[in-house]
């Protein structure tokens, strides 16, 4: 069933916002929720359904977002090495070690491996946060240009379908996927028992945040082949759904089973983003 337009037809370069109530974000004009909190936004009347007279080339704002986007990846994906995960596992080590010594060392190393997890969580959370902020506006602006594209080639029905399900992928990641503050969740990865909410967000978000970019480009590449062009969707199997109730149990029964969970947790997403690079490089080729 296809949803109402995620942006204001008709506006063109010189696109509309409007302001949240709640977080005093800008969305487009037409957006029903708030790509940040997921605040209902209130009904925008539709304006009538007109082909304007649209810019695909070098001059498409909807365009230089896309490649603006892309481009700034070096910044926001960052892809962390996984021997990061033995940090916290040779604090404790060396705490241990010091403890057979004189048992006051064996705190201050336990006081180390925490503040090393704490950076942990920050580090991942930040990343989390700048990819969702790239990732929203990359997204947006492929379903215009797309339209816009279309409209030029009086393609809009044949693409319809993909473009609402664009759409929908679109609204529902805006409104799932919520930033958080990094420092915050530092804070709270310092506090046992709290700092499980930390570890629950993150197993929780790279599984279904890649199943909807890979869904969101299969539909992609459907609409840019049906205007002749060819921008290639890899095929790959998606990063499962980490199960945070399983990972825990286990963690509670092994102990070490927490550097395995620590290592998908910076693992899952380089995987994704080098994924989601390997569109990003076949669209850039396009748009030249």
Request: hydrophobic share 45%; net charge neutral; glycine share 6%.
């Amino acid at each position: 069933m296809g949803v109402e337009p995620y942006h204001k037809v008709g506006q063109g370069a010189n696109m509309d916002y409007i302001t949240c109530p709640n977080c005093g974000r800008q969305n487009p004009i037409g957006a029903s929720f708030c790509a940040s909190c997921g605040t209902q936004m209130g009904a925008v009347t539709p304006e009538p359904q007109v082909v304007p007279p649209v810019q695909t080339g070098q001059g498409s704002a909807a365009r230089q977002h896309i490649v603006a986007a892309i481009q700034g990846r070096t910044q926001t994906d960052a892809l962390y090495p996984t021997w990061w995960v033995i940090l916290p596992l040779l604090a404790w080590v060396v705490s241990l070690f010091l403890g057979i010594f004189y048992w006051p060392l064996m705190l201050v190393g336990s006081i180390l491996g925490l503040i090393i997890y704490a950076f942990l969580a920050y580090k991942l959370t930040e990343r989390i946060n700048n990819h969702i902020h790239r990732e929203l506006s990359l997204r947006y602006n492929l379903i215009v240009y797309i339209k816009e594209k279309a409209a030029e080639q009086y393609r809009q029905q044949a693409i319809a379908p993909q473009v609402a399900a664009m759409e929908s992928i679109n609204l529902e990641a805006s409104y799932k996927e919520q930033e958080h503050s990094a420092l915050g969740f530092a804070i709270l990865a310092l506090i046992p028992i709290v700092n499980l909410y930390v570890l629950y967000v993150l197993t929780k978000f790279t599984g279904p945040h890649d199943q909807r970019w890979n869904a969101f480009t299969q539909n992609a590449q459907y609409c840019f082949q049906q205007m002749g062009m060819g921008v290639m969707a890899p095929s790959w199997r998606t990063i499962p759904e980490r199960s945070f109730l399983i990972y825990f149990l286990l963690t509670v029964l092994t102990g070490l089973f927490l550097f395995y969970w620590l290592w998908k947790l910076i693992d899952d997403p380089n995987d994704h983003f080098a994924t989601q690079w390997q569109f990003e490089d076949s669209l850039m080729m396009q748009l030249r």
